[in-house]
Structure formats: structure tokens, C-alpha cells
């Protein structure tokens, strides 16, 4: 899956459930899970420990650049 900006509509409502939708189609469609397993046959693994949400109260930049690392690996 791939996007190209360049035939977006950025001055439309964007619909968030729906491109949810394509997604979750989209990973159903080329098996994700599996996928990933394959993919990943024979490789060192790792773990993520993921620590409290928060605990010192509202997220600031570095909650959301360390979430957002995470859930890019």
C-alpha cells in the first residue's frame, strides 16, 4: 500500500473510521500477521516493554516521540 499526496484532497472532511476500514481490508487482504511472521523467520527477536501512560500527567513531545518510534518498529 502505498500513498501519493499528489491526488489528495486535502480540502475534504477526512473520514478517519473509513480509511480504517481500508486498512484493516488492506491487511486482511495480504495477511499481516502471517506475514510479518514470515518475514521474520530465522531473525535475532525483540522485545518492547512499554512503560506506564503518563505518569507525570499530561503527554508532552517526548511521550509522543518515543510512542510514535515505538510503534514505528
Not at 30 to 58: H, M, N, R
Request: without cysteine.
Amino acid at each position: 500500500m502505498t500513498f501519493d499526496a499528489s491526488d489528495s484532497d486535502v480540502t475534504q472532511p477526512f473520514n478517519f473510521p473509513k480509511e480504517e476500514e481500508k486498512v484493516i481490508a488492506y491487511w486482511r487482504e495480504i495477511d499481516a500477521f502471517q506475514t510479518s511472521l514470515k518475514l521474520s523467520e530465522g531473525k535475532l527477536e525483540y522485545v518492547f516493554f512499554d512503560g506506564p501512560p503518563f505518569a507525570t500527567g499530561l503527554p508532552h513531545y517526548g511521550h509522543l516521540l518515543a510512542g510514535t518510534t515505538y510503534f514505528l518498529l
